[in-house]
């Protein structure tokens, strides 16, 4: 069975943080690079990839602020930036909550985009970044 995304999910949160989930079935590209362009680390910060049996990739934050995180079977990893600090704590608004992340887990558009393009096309990390094993 090849790889493909089957389900793109974002999250809005309006009035009182309640959350309205937009969900997109089988996706393409266009509307993923879109879904990650449109996060705005307020109302719109979290979204999901969700490939075949439950493999997910995370996305959160937005305005050139972005936590990935991708959950496998039974581990996961986290796209870091390593020239950053991971002892200096930033606040990052995450699914309608702010989140204290160290810095190092905070990436660039262009760095959670390349991220997401390769988890699109073959389910893998990109082997081009850094990624820390949970």
């Known amino acids: 069975m090849s790889w493909t995304v089957v389900e793109l999910s974002v999250d809005q949160y309006g009035e009182q943080n309640v959350n309205r989930r937009e969900t997109i079935q089988s996706p393409d590209w266009e509307e993923v690079d879109q879904a990650i362009r449109s996060l705005d680390s307020a109302c719109r910060s979290s979204m999901a990839l969700t490939g075949p049996d439950d493999v997910v990739m995370c996305l959160g934050g937005g305005r050139d602020f972005y936590h990935v995180y991708i959950q496998f079977d039974e581990s996961g990893a986290v796209l870091i930036d390593p020239s950053k600090d991971n002892t200096d704590m930033v ?16 990436v660039s558009l262009a760095n959670a985009l390349d991220a997401a393009k390769e988890f699109y096309l073959t389910g893998a990390l990109s082997s081009k970044m850094e990624w820390l094993k949970t």
């Open 91 to 106: 606040d990052m608004t995450i699914g309608g909550v702010i989140t204290p992340l160290p810095s190092n887990m905070i």
